[in-house]
């Protein structure tokens, strides 16, 4: 299938784009010379019963393991905490593989914000050139 005949299956309703090389799958370009954001992408759940909790969008990273077996490596879900109308809240999940198990290595909630929720051997490192104080 060609680039454009995937393209005008997405926009009806559905498919993927798959590329047999390493070049860009998806390139947004912007021209405007002025100086708000762009390009943009954005993802709108338009749920007609919005509730707490709702998952508003997910990012996957998946591959292969060395016996052509799919793994997620990596996710990125964001959360309506509270659909409350004047008070939403809402929250983001990294979740990371660690030994073949995925972990919660990094989550933002409206009140604070958690590395290592999951308790893996983690590493957490601040680095500076000569701060003796860089983290405090």
Do not use: W
């Amino acid at each position: 299938m060609t680039r454009a005949a995937d393209l005008a299956k997405l926009i009806a309703g559905g498919g993927s784009i798959t590329v047999d090389d390493n070049s860009d799958n998806v390139t947004l370009t912007s021209t405007d010379a002025d100086a708000n954001a762009g390009p943009n992408l954005r993802m709108y759940r338009n749920s007609a019963s919005p509730a707490d909790v709702d998952r508003l969008g997910h990012i996957t990273f998946d591959g292969r393991n060395d016996n052509s077996q799919d793994f997620t490596a990596a996710q990125i879900q964001v959360f309506t905490e509270d659909a409350s109308d004047g008070t939403e809240d809402s929250s983001v999940t990294f979740t990371c593989i660690n030994g073949g198990s995925a972990n919660n290595a990094i989550q933002i909630n409206p009140t604070e914000t958690t590395f290592n929720e999951s308790s893996v051997d983690r590493d957490f490192r601040v680095e500076s050139d000569a701060n003796t104080h860089a983290l405090f």
